[in-house]
């Protein structure tokens, strides 16, 4: 009987180290040697500076960015803006990190005009009283030719987690006017979302044991799922209903911490991070049906946290390098700082299926190593995908900037984004040296 016990946890045992290994060994028993500041665009110095709200401070723990676009008749870009959302009241109230103390403090919505380059609040019209506003992910569609564009984001209220749904009129681009909000007993943890219509989206869950779980479940639980990587959430794919109900399909289950997802742009991909994993999942989609299958998965070196696509569908990816860094910071050690890192991730040049070439490169990336530019190279952690190139665009130890959460670049001008889940203020790093 012993025995038995025995054999089955060893096997236990080594199927958790063989999934987990070298994720816990990284990023958990490892302090990554990263520098101050590395920008892949030149000396951070002089490229990048930290966007604050100087007057009451309210521009800060922003977990998520994304581009509103304005399109001009020909589908070209007129005007872009970022879109944030952020909760300067994280520390007190956190339902996916902890703690729950208090809801009361609402979040806001900022948006920073890439045309001015100015910060302004955004006004929340119609939202109901009384409901708690504590933003986590969001998505909105491009506005064309002046049309309005629907906004959803994730909301974590006291009672349960919510999807919101907005209009946001480019004619007055600091008001957000609420239409409704969505609930489900299958909104168990939803954490991001990437749209596939002005009425319908991709959703992450990032637990399925919650700190929502009454007492000790609600404090222990999610940590287990998280360390031990359980393969216990997934992605759903929700369309809103003209009256407001929803339909909710699961299309990929088994996902250890689901947490970032985003659309590439012809909509052909969905890339989800697992954050337990540090791996990013590639998924093939059928615009016709909305199912994934899964294309690829390459790992990452750090516990991925939000994933991005550029304009030229590459993925930005941002990401927590030291685990028990960021325990300490959400845990408000004094003094704690928790380190930065984003990579993109870029599909190989096509190797037009022979295995030779792909052979011939492989050998070639583990002579020399790749992401070669960095400080710290990913190659050091992570080993190198067959099918895509990454590389290092932002790092730090969390002096100059910490808790990287979201990255976007605008690639029309090479200049990079970031926030940090524990910051304050919006990191903004130009390609040219910004002038002092
Ligand atoms: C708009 O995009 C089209 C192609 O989509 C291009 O031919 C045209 O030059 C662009 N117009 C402007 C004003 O950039
Ligand atoms: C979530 O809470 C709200 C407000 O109390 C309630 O109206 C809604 O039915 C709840 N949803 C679920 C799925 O429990």
């Not at 929700?238 to 009256?243: E, F, M, N």
Request: with cysteine; proline share 7%.
């Amino acid at each position: 009987m012993f025995y038995k016990f025995a054999t089955v946890l060893a096997t236990l045992l080594a199927i958790y180290v063989y999934r987990s290994g070298r994720a816990l060994l990284y990023h958990v028993f490892t302090v990554p040697a990263l520098p101050k500041g590395y920008f892949a665009g030149g000396d951070y110095k002089d490229h990048c500076l930290v966007l604050k709200d100087e007057i009451d401070n309210q521009l800060n723990h922003c977990e998520h960015i994304v581009f509103w676009d304005h399109l001009d008749e020909e589908d070209n870009v007129s005007d872009r803006f970022v879109f944030l959302s952020c909760d300067p009241g994280r520390r007190a109230w956190n339902t996916v990190m902890g703690p729950m103390d208090d809801p009361d403090p609402l979040g806001h919505l900022w948006i920073y005009s890439t045309e001015t380059r100015s910060l302004s609040p955004v006004t929340l019209a119609n939202y109901p009283e009384g409901h708690d506003f504590h933003p986590l992910g969001m998505d909105v569609l491009p506005s064309k030719a002046g049309a309005p564009s629907t906004l959803f984001l994730v909301n974590h209220p006291r009672e349960n987690s919510t999807v919101e749904q907005f209009v946001l009129d480019p004619a007055q681009p600091t008001v957000a006017t609420y239409v409704r909000t969505l609930t489900s007993p299958y909104f168990v943890a939803p954490n991001s979302l990437a749209l596939t219509s002005p009425t319908s989206f991709y959703l992450t869950n990032d637990h399925l044991m919650t700190r929502r779980l009454p007492g000790l479940f609600g404090s222990i639980l999610p940590s287990v799922e998280a360390i031990g990587g359980l393969p216990l959430t997934w992605v759903a794919h929700v369309t809103v209903l003209p009256d407001g109900t929803i339909q909710h399909k699961v299309v990929a289950f088994g996902i250890a911490i689901a947490n970032g997802v985003a659309l590439s742009h012809d909509g052909l991909y969905l890339a989800v991070a697992s954050s337990s994993l540090a791996k990013v999942y590639f998924y093939r989609r059928d615009p016709s049906t909305n199912d994934l299958t899964l294309d690829r998965k390459v790992t990452v070196p750090f516990v991925p946290d939000n994933v991005m696509y550029d304009d030229e569908d590459v993925l930005i990816v941002a990401g927590h390098p030291h685990y028990p860094s960021f325990i300490a910071v959400v845990e408000n050690k004094p003094g704690a700082k928790a380190p930065s890192w984003v990579v993109s991730i870029r599909p190989s040049v096509a190797t037009s299926g022979t295995g030779e070439s792909e052979g011939h490169r492989n050998s070639y990336s583990k002579m020399t190593g790749y992401d070669s530019r960095a400080p710290l190279s990913a190659s050091v952690i992570a080993p190198a995908a067959l099918t895509d190139e990454v590389e290092t665009i932002f790092q730090s130890d969390g002096s100059v900037y910490g808790t990287s959460t979201t990255g976007l670049i605008d690639s029309r001008t090479g200049t990079f984004y970031l926030t940090g889940l524990y910051e304050d203020g919006l990191l903004v790093c130009y390609a040219e040296q910004r002038n002092v």
